[in-house]
């Protein structure tokens, strides 16, 4: 099989923390009510950290971990929705700071299910013989573009990133990915600049709602329905494509953006809750990061080991979806 082996992962989260009591200071909520709804009990803020930070950081440890020296990388790709410039990419910053002088470089964005896009980017460019290396990381800043007036979205989002170092192998691999372009109006934030010399907003209409300046929109209804079903649905897809069942899988990592979306897709997807791994309590929704933050997590208490069976699942706005299912 066309598989990949993970060398090494790091994460990196700023010191600062804001938990939900935190959040009852600024907008009418408690604890009780962000618990039950969400799981989240704290998440860690940037303060002022740049959304390439945060990937260098995550990256110096996965390179460490698999004692990869610098110019072994040959590829980075680098998943966010939160680039801090227009123009040069993430992935060029990332290369410059750590001295990756052998990379070319590739930014994505694919929302919260970027993680697996990246990954399985990665993967395709392995099996062309020119990448033998490559650097995978997801890093995230949500707090750029969240509203702490609207008590809805406020209280969901962190900031974080987290890395991986994948070479070519014939272990076992699997991928199905996706979107449903018509659910893009249900999550959605605007660039920053929207003057132009010339406008013509008659002809040009986004079907997209009107927002409050660059600040992040969400269809919460929307989104649970879309990802409570599709969850399952790439996950057994993906199961398909190597002839197993999701009893098979010794661990789910989800992406991790409300914990009733989860255990509705373990109840749909007829596994244990025990088979998920959670870390939505401590870090809220990272984005792209969540599911490569809970996988470094794991790997690093132990709980996933070498030959265990992992399958990753991701979904966000586009609206994206896709899955991994892959030998550690």
Request: proline letters at 3%.
């Amino acid at each position: 099989m066309q598989g990949i082996n993970i060398l090494g992962t790091g994460l990196y989260v700023p010191e600062k923390i804001m938990t939900n009591e935190d959040f009852s200071k600024i907008v009418e909520t408690n604890d009780e009510w962000i618990t039950t709804r969400t799981g989240i009990k704290q998440r860690h803020i940037s303060t002022g950290h740049p959304t390439w930070y945060l990937g260098v950081e995550a990256a110096k440890k996965a390179l460490e971990v698999s004692n990869t020296n610098p110019d072994e990388i040959d590829l980075i790709v680098i998943s966010t929705t939160t680039p801090d410039y227009y123009t040069p990419s993430c992935s060029c910053i990332v290369q410059r700071e750590l001295n990756l002088t052998n990379a070319m470089t590739i930014d994505i964005n694919c929302a919260c299910t970027g993680f697996v896009y990246a990954l399985d980017m990665a993967r395709r460019y392995l099996f062309t013989g020119d990448v033998k290396k490559a650097l995978v990381i997801s890093t995230e800043n949500p707090s750029t573009f969240i509203d702490y007036d609207d008590r809805a979205t406020c209280i969901l989002f962190g900031d974080g990133a987290a890395a991986c170092i994948v070479e070519a192998s014939d272990k076992l691999y699997a991928s199905f990915l996706g979107a449903d372009g018509n659910g893009a109006k249900h999550l959605i934030s605007r660039h920053n600049n929207k003057t132009r010399w010339h406008k013509d907003e008659e002809r040009f209409d986004d079907k997209a709602p009107e927002t409050k300046e660059h600040y992040l929109f969400q269809d919460g209804k929307e989104v649970y329905k879309f990802a409570t079903k599709i969850l399952p649905f790439a996950a057994n897809k993906t199961l398909e494509r190597v002839n197993l069942t999701p009893e098979d899988i010794s661990f789910f990592i989800p992406h991790q953006a409300n914990l009733r979306i989860i255990q509705t897709a373990a109840s749909n997807l007829g596994v244990s809750m025990d088979k998920f791994y959670v870390t939505l309590d401590k870090y809220g929704n990272t984005s792209s990061s969540s599911i490569p933050i809970a996988f470094d997590e794991a790997v690093k208490n132990g709980i996933i080991k070498r030959g265990d069976k992992i399958c990753m699942i991701g979904f966000g706005a586009g609206l994206t979806y896709g899955a991994i299912v892959l030998e550690y």
